[in-house]
């Protein structure tokens, strides 16, 4: 938790804007694990004015199909969750869009 803050810490004195994420957890995953370091991390969070997107209980996700066990997504996973990370960044204006080039070729 020391270093946690020590990073957000040096993000806002480089006026760096950090996100911090909590990837989605099988249903089979024991939540009060989950709850506890987000009780830890939340005044932190807090005092360093920082955005928290918690994807933890994601109903589409929440399927194990999506896991290679209760808390590591498989490739599957992985591919579905960056869609909705980027999805977020992009509506939340943490990262710009990403403009097609239609460039013809001669």
Not at 40 to 69: F, Q
């Amino acid at each position: 938790i020391r270093y946690f803050e020590k990073l957000l810490s040096l993000c806002n004195r480089r006026n760096i804007r950090a996100v911090v994420v909590s990837h989605p957890l099988s249903e089979l995953y024991a939540l009060k694990d989950h709850e506890k370091c987000v009780a830890t991390i939340h005044p932190i969070l807090r005092k360093y004015n920082t955005t928290y997107l918690d994807y933890t209980v994601l109903k589409e996700m929440g399927s194990i199909r999506w896991y290679a066990d209760a808390s590591h997504l498989n490739h599957l996973g992985v591919a579905k969750f960056n869609e909705l990370l980027i999805h977020d960044l992009i509506k939340n204006i943490f990262i710009p869009e990403r403009k097609q080039s239609h460039e013809s070729t001669p």
